[in-house]
T-cell receptor, first 111, second 112 residues
Framework: GENVEQHPSTLSVQEGDSAVIKCTYS??????FPWYKQELGKRPQLIID?????GEKKDQRIAVTLNKTAKHFSLHITETQPEDSAVYFC??????????FGGGTRLMVKP | DVKVTQSSRYLVKRTGEKVFLECVQD?????MFWYRQDPGLGLRLIYF???????EKGDIPEGYSVSREKKERFSLILESASTNQTSMYLC???????????FGPGTRLTVT
């Protein structure tokens, strides 16, 4: 089955800096790569996703890049703000359309 | 607005008890999922259902069962709770597999 690894497990940045979270996946048939944000005590919510026919997608301060050859994808957050502090999960959807999640990254943005 | 609800936010049970966790969605979604969330392990799929009365095992089904008698309701059952089932349990639903999943608020289960 699919295996998704996510790094780093914790990330601390200064407000205004950029943050990058990286994920690798194992199943070359995976074709959907969402990113979820989970604030403390709240449910995970989708913040951005990308499909395998696209290399990059941007939504205001967040962007996701996908390298199918290397089987890795990354989340980029620019101009970080304290409200970006949360746990971020990457995921990959295999041929059966089931999501496999990475282990999560706790992002802390220091004011 | 999309809504997934879970029966309890916090639950404390004793070892050996039978535990029911219930999830309800009001979006008429075909597909529903149960995950458990543990630090460093992300979300791991326990069971999913793509239709009423249909169920499929996920990655970690041992010690769990599920029931889906109505489209909007998906229940997770721990037949005999054990301490290693202490965790956060999240329910999710989606209209189509491979698209956005909508999560419930989670149930933090403690088994003592």
């Amino acid at each position: 089955g699919e295996n998704v690894e996510q790094h780093p497990s914790t990330l601390s940045v200064q407000e205004g800096d950029s943050a990058v979270i990286k994920c690798t996946y194992s199943d070359s048939a995976s074709n959907y790569f969402p990113w979820y944000k989970q604030e403390l005590g709240k449910r995970p919510q989708l913040i951005i996703d990308i499909r395998s026919n696209v290399g990059e997608k941007k939504d205001q301060r967040i962007a996701v890049t996908l390298n199918k050859t290397a089987k890795h994808f990354s989340l980029h957050i620019t101009e970080t703000q304290p409200e970006d502090s949360a746990v971020y999960f990457c995921a990959a959807s295999d041929a059966g359309n089931m999501l496999t999640f990475g282990g999560g990254t706790r992002l802390m943005v220091k004011p | 607005d999309v809504k997934v609800t879970q029966s309890s936010r916090y639950l404390v049970k004793r070892t050996g008890e039978k535990v029911f966790l219930e999830c309800v969605q009001d979006m008429d979604h075909e597909n529903m999922f149960w995950y458990r969330q543990d630090p460093g392990l992300g979300l791991r799929l326990i069971y999913f259902s793509y239709d009423v009365k249909m169920k499929e095992k996920g990655d970690i089904p041992e010690g769990y069962s599920v029931s889906r008698e109505k489209k909007e309701r998906f229940s997770l059952i721990l037949e005999s709770a054990s301490t290693n089932q202490t965790s956060m349990y999240l329910c999710a639903s989606t209209p189509v597999p491979g698209y956005e999943q909508y999560f419930g608020p989670g149930t933090r289960l403690t088994v003592t």
